[in-house]
Nanobody, 122 residues
């Protein structure tokens, strides 16, 4: 099963983007999903996560109040609405799945797909 992230692009600071993460093949609707990002020379970091039902969400402190994660299990898709973007949000954004719910580290997730580049200009 591949998780394909899309929707990235170049945007000015203060702008918005909406990322999508679609699963191909077997549905992963019964798994929690997470968004991570990785900037050049930096480690992959957690951004946001949503439980399989959508009833629980979690965010990194750096994006709270600006980013919103949601999911549509009927479409097998997870979204990340990013508002008030800052240059420090520039990174490749990845989505992945996990079983259960807990600390959001990259090793807790699987089915990493190719990311989508987000570039925020100042």
């Amino acid at each position: 099963v591949q998780l394909q992230a899309s929707g990235g692009g170049l945007v000015q600071a203060g702008g918005s983007l909406r990322l999508s993460c679609a699963a191909s093949g077997r549905t992963l609707s019964s798994y929690a999903k997470g968004w991570f990002r990785q900037a050049p020379g930096k480690e992959r970091e957690f951004v946001a996560a949503i439980s399989w039902s959508g009833g629980s969400t979690d965010y990194a402190d750096s994006v709270k109040g600006r980013f919103t994660i949601s999911r549509d299990n009927a479409k097998n898709t997870v979204y990340l609405q990013m508002n008030s973007l800052k240059p420090e949000d520039t990174a490749v954004y990845y989505c992945a799945a996990r079983a259960g719910w807990g600390r959001h580290t990259p090793v807790s997730y699987f089915n990493w797909g190719q990311g989508t580049q987000v570039t925020v200009s100042s």
